[in-house]
């Protein structure tokens, strides 16, 4: 059982990244083959919430208890982040949606925290 705010940043950072490589293979497939950039939005969520759910999972597996719990915070931390830089790089305002984008991101790494404290291997 480890630290929780070490396994918090560490599903942050698997989080990101994948978000990251995810965001980078949607360039290529936009780039290189006939997808519109109307579809872009669906690859967008399912990329944050496949990224969410890893997250999640590495967070609850890592801290062995409480998933939902570290879990959700490594999603309100995601989601933090991704505001700081909206409202920083873009000038993006707070909106009603933004609220069900919090709960959504909470949910997602919540229900990855949970499968990853159900997974990892109980030492007695």
Request: net charge positive; charged share 5%; aromatic share 16%.
């Amino acid at each position: 059982m480890r630290s929780a705010s070490t396994s918090v940043f560490t599903g942050l950072l698997y989080t990101l990244g994948l978000v990251l490589t995810g965001a980078l293979l949607a360039a290529l497939l936009l780039s290189f083959t006939n997808l519109r950039e109307s579809s872009l939005p669906y690859f967008t969520y399912a990329i944050n919430a496949l990224g969410l759910l890893l997250g999640g999972y590495v967070t609850g597996r890592r801290c062995g208890g409480k998933g939902w719990y570290y879990g959700g915070l490594t999603g309100l931390s995601y989601f933090l982040l991704v505001l700081l830089i909206g409202f920083l790089g873009f000038d993006a305002t707070m909106q009603w949606n933004t609220l069900v984008y919090l709960l959504g991101a909470f949910v997602t790494a919540a229900v990855g925290g949970i499968f990853g404290v159900n997974s990892a291997s109980k030492r007695y």
